[in-house]
């Protein structure tokens, strides 16, 4: 990825605005294109909040940066909100980069009389306003058909694959832990002259929730390095599994990227006692101190990305020639 | 016709259901350790109506996204009508712009509940009577008063109390309530200061020397303006004050600083389902069950 260029890029013409989702991502991409950012929210005794626009937004281009992370339900319902004054503050485009998308796993009907989640969540934020939706590893891309307006998603793996070059790593082969993320696997592979791929099978317990377990292989690791690639850790059973299990099949050392850190119930300590030598994660979701301070968890971050993908879509450059050059 | 709630106010659902001789639907909610809530509705419902019990009170988000994605379970698996009994509206004190720059929070909620498959809504003293019309669907404004009402004359009658409105905003409420017990009323009048959202100054705008006041609100969020009120009342010579208010949100410390307060007892009612912590000694809970259930009908 070309560094960020700032010819022909007036910062007058966009405002950014940030939610309380992951300020600190916001201020990032602010630094990168030399601007400033503002957070609108107030939050009331209640929980309740309320959003007032500052900056004057007036036929502007408005960048609301509110990756829908936990508290993945304030998250959305901040971000309806502020799409909602923004337009009122008469936007003239308003674009939502939302890197993580909370309910993107709720994308189908896997049983009867059940929500499609993430397709609500897209169509509510859609209908509040939202002009384009920038996203960062979306779950499954066909959810951009959810919407009519503009979608484009971007790869973390630019901003996570440097840290494994660094490591040098011989005789590397790229795992997928589920059937889901052969894609993503193949696309790691090619930008890491990964000597192969394998495939882990799972079967995933619908009645137990959140509960899966690695129980078979498409591939060989035998001796070999492993790079297990995924796109969200949520309790971190699918990926420490899947990592056991390679180990006992004779695999060297285990690493991980994952675009979406949110380690949630006991996921660090699986981690930490898991075959897993270092996770490699983006900073799309705000972190806790543990995450940061985790010895097996390293934050690559993605806001020189985001930074380049907004200065794009504000200039009019091609989005599509920063995923694939 | 089938009733399903979620889970803010699962025994008001209850209590509805029980008025029609039913039991309350089956549907599974199901929160994952990282927040995102999975539906599963538990019945068949193609080709019903389907009445949805939830209240989005505290924590508010949660539960309009948990009301949302309950409907769009609700009209994905075939319900013909949903009826939503949202006995507290949260957002609704968000109805319109009150400085440059501020989004009408309400009006999303409204635009989002008919988005999603809503036909028809039943609430319960919203905070302004225009509330309704955001709404392009049916929304009844129920009231809880008449309860009120009922319970004044059993245990205040020949008392001679004067019925006090704690702010102006009140003034329709307290005449309607004056009304239907022959009861005189007075207001007070408060100033807030909108960036702080305290309360800044207060006086009465009639006479309650002698006599017990009892001030009818909408709702109790965090107990300042009841409590305020009823010093000002008592400094005004008043002999006892008691509260009414519907919807007890009772934010922060609101418990214990009405039960540390002056007044003598505090009336509400069952729109907002109150956790056991936030109970206290003076705290008397009304339902309105009944004024829900016959809505449905009528």
Known sequence: ?325 | MLIFSGSSNRSLADKIAKDFGKEVSLVEIFTFPDGEKRITLGERVVGETAVLVQSTNSPVDENYMELFLMADALKRSGAEFVKLIMPYMGYQRQDHIFRDGEGVSLEIMARILEEVGVDEVFAFDFHSIKIPEIFKIPTHNLSALSTFAEKIKAEFSGKEPILVSPDMGGIRRIKEISEMLNLPFTTIVKDRDLNTGSICDSKLNGEVSGRQALMVDDMMSTGETMVKAANLLLENGATSVFAFATHAILSGNAAQILQESKIEKVFVTDTVEIPEEKMFAKLEILSIAKIAAKALIS
């Not at chain 1, 036929?59 to 909100?81: A, E, G, K, W, Y």
């Not at chain 1, 090619?190 to 882990?200: C, K, P, S």
């Open chain 1, 1 to 325: 990825m070309a560094k960020t260029q700032l010819k022909n890029f007036d910062v007058q013409n966009f405002v950014l605005l940030t939610g309380t989702a992951n300020e600190p991502l916001a201020k990032s991409i602010a630094k990168n294109l030399k601007t400033t950012v503002t957070n609108p929210v107030t939050i009331f005794a209640d929980g309740e909040i309320r959003v007032r626009i500052s900056p004057n937004l007036r036929r502007r281009h408005v960048f609301i940066i509110q990756p829908t992370c936990p508290p993945v339900n304030d998250s959305i319902m901040q971000l309806l909100l502020i799409i909602d004054a923004v337009k009122r503050a008469s936007a003239s485009e308003i674009i939502v980069v939302m890197p993580y998308f909370g309910y993107s796993r709720q994308d189908r009907k896997e049983t009867a009389r059940v929500p499609i989640s993430s397709a609500l969540v897209a169509s509510l934020i859609e209908n509040a306003g939202a002009d384009r939706i920038l996203t960062l590893d979306i779950h499954a891309e066909q959810e951009e058909g959810f919407i009519h307006n503009p979608w484009d998603n971007i790869y973390a793996s630019y901003s996570l694959t440097p840290a494994i070059k660094r490591k040098k790593l011989e005789n590397l082969v790229v795992v997928s832990p589920d059937k889901g993320g052969v894609l993503r696997a193949t696309f790691y592979q090619r930008l890491l002259r990964a000597e192969t791929l394998a495939i882990v099978y799972k079967e995933r317990d619908l009645s137990a929730n959140d509960n899966s377990e690695a129980l078979a292989m498409v591939g060989d690791v035998k001796g070999k390095n492993v790079l297990l690639v995924d796109d969200i850790i949520g309790s971190a059973g699918t990926i420490v599994h899947a990592a056991n299990f390679l180990k006992e099949k004779g695999a060297k050392r285990i690493f991980a990227c994952v675009s979406h850190g949110l380690f949630s119930g006991d996921a660090l300590k699986k981690i930490g006692s898991s075959a897993i030598e270092k996770i490699i994660i983006t900073d799309s979701v705000n972190h806790r101190e543990e995450v940061k301070k985790h010895p097996k968890i390293e934050i690559a971050s993605i806001a020189p990305l985001l930074a380049e993908a907004i200065r794009r879509i504000e200039v009019g450059d091609s989005i599509s020639s920063l995923i694939v050059s």
